[in-house]
């Protein structure tokens, strides 16, 4: 394995992908997610930002089932039904836990993936994306969810993707003012790709 980190800025609401036929989610796959949350995040900020980050998902027919998040004093090791089924972790990193790693300057996510493709852990440095939302004038929430769907994303997707919806891999803070919700979304052919991976990993199980 390797760490593939993604240097990423942006903002995002609620989105309807563009271009894509409506999707009745309940009918597609299923992917069980749980956050660690190391950065003690507000109460009412991360489940917006749960719930706003499921809605890509549900845009391209994919339902996000989230195990109830951990905090620093969470047991990783208990024994429920989330833990035996869970597919990904998205790690949300305290001040103090990112200054004990080097990073790249501007990077606020990154996903540990596969050379060929496909991984199970993400990581949020919650300082940075911080600084990001502040400069950029976008709620924490809102700009959380896209970091949470986009390291999903890259968890999902094949190695090398770059669209200019969800999936741009840079952005400075000048983009991201002038972006808007309705320009994020996976694009059809991103769909395609992450419901091929489903489909495949359903058929394993």
Known sequence: MRNAVVVFLMCAGMV????LEPVEASDGPLIRVR?????NIARDTLPEAQRIAAGFYVAIGV?????PTLGPRGRKGSEDEHDRLQDFSINILSRDMVA???WPKDSIGTAVVAPEGGGRIAYVLYD???QAAVAAGWPLKELLAVVIAHELGHLLLPPGIRSDGLMRPTWDVTELRRTRARDLAFTPGEMAL????LAGVLAAR
Not at 16 to 19: M, S
Not at 63 to 67: E, H, K, L, N, S
Request: a neutral charge; aromatic letters at 12%; glycine letters at 4%.
């Open 16 to 19: 309807v992908a563009e271009g």
């Open 35 to 39: 956050i660690y949350d190391y950065a």
């Open 100 to 102: 004990r790693t080097k």
């Open 128 to 130: 940075r994306l911080e």
């Open 63 to 67: 339902v996000v089932d989230w195990a």
């Open 194 to 197: 992450i419901q091929q991976r």
